[in-house]
């Protein structure tokens, strides 16, 4: 069953062999955005493309932090607070 957050990918390219999924990681959540808790972004095909979903949900989770995607982008709530989406 393909993950519920992944988007659909044809001839998906490798990722750099300079970017291992845990230097992204680390990257990732050391920004001064994240560490401050703050919001970051993310390109989802990127996501899919380095790490993986469901790696991706399981530092979500390690974190306790929230995301959503729209439009081709991962947004990502490096803090433990309610997501609210108003319409």
Not at 6 to 29: G, K, M, Q, V, Y
């Amino acid at each position: 069953m393909r993950d519920a957050f992944a988007p659909a990918l044809r001839n998906r390219p490798t990722s750099p062999a300079h970017l291992s999924p845990e230097r992204w990681i680390i990257h990732l959540f050391s920004s001064q955005a994240a560490a401050s808790g703050g919001v970051v972004r993310r390109k989802s095909a990127d996501v899919e493309r380095i790490v993986g979903w469901p790696r991706f949900r399981q530092e979500l989770s390690k974190r306790g932090y929230r995301a959503v995607i729209n439009a081709g982008q991962v947004v990502i709530f490096c803090n433990k607070e309610p997501v609210r989406i108003f319409e």
